[in-house]
C-alpha cells in the first residue's frame, strides 16, 4: 500500500494506505468519517494535517491514489493536477460496453476495455492523437479477441 510523509508547520506526518482507512502516525482514520467529493474518476479526501488539510484522491476506476497539498504531489514534489477524462473518451467507453452482448468473454472485455480506456485517455503525459490511436487499438484488439474465440469454439464444435 502506498505511504507519503509530509511535513505540516515543522512536525513529519507519515500517512499508510489501508484498504478503506488512512494511517496518520499510527492513527487510524476511516475514509468514510472524512470529508469527500467526486472530482472526475477520483473520489477526493480532506485529511487534516496539521492547520493544513491534504487531499487524497482515490480512483474509483482503476486504482491508486495520490496525496496533495497545495497543488503538490506528496510522493514527487511535482504539481498535481487531478487528470480529467476527456468527453471524447466516452464514446470509445459505450462501444466497450457493446461487447456485453458475446456473452462472458464479451463481459469480460468490455469491463477490461472500460479500465484501459479510463486510464489511457486519463494520461495527459501523451499527446491526444496518441491516446485516441490507443484506444482504437484496445477496441480492435478486444473484438479481435471476442472474434477469435468464436471462431475457435466454430471450428472445434463443428467439425
Request: proline share 4%; net charge positive; aromatic share 10%.
Amino acid at each position: 500500500m502506498a505511504s507519503w510523509n509530509v511535513i505540516v508547520d515543522g512536525k513529519n506526518y507519515e500517512i499508510k494506505q489501508k484498504s478503506y482507512s488512512l494511517r496518520i502516525n499510527g492513527e487510524k482514520k476511516k475514509l468514510k468519517e472524512l470529508m469527500s467529493k467526486k472530482d472526475g474518476i477520483y473520489r477526493v479526501y480532506e485529511v487534516p494535517l496539521g492547520s493544513k488539510k491534504a487531499q487524497y484522491y482515490v480512483n474509483t476506476w482503476v486504482g491508486g491514489a495520490k496525496l496533495a497539498m497545495d497543488g503538490v504531489d506528496c510522493a514527487t514534489g511535482q504539481p498535481f493536477t487531478p487528470p480529467k477524462m476527456p468527453k471524447w473518451a466516452y464514446i470509445f467507453m459505450v462501444i466497450h460496453c457493446l461487447n456485453f452482448m458475446n456473452g462472458a468473454l464479451g463481459a469480460l472485455l468490455a469491463i477490461l476495455g472500460v479500465m484501459a480506456t479510463i486510464s489511457i485517455s486519463s494520461n495527459t503525459g501523451m499527446p491526444v492523437v496518441a491516446r485516441v490511436l490507443l484506444n482504437i487499438l484496445v477496441v480492435v484488439a478486444c473484438a479481435v479477441a471476442v472474434f477469435g474465440v468464436a471462431l475457435a469454439l466454430a471450428t472445434v464444435l463443428y467439425s
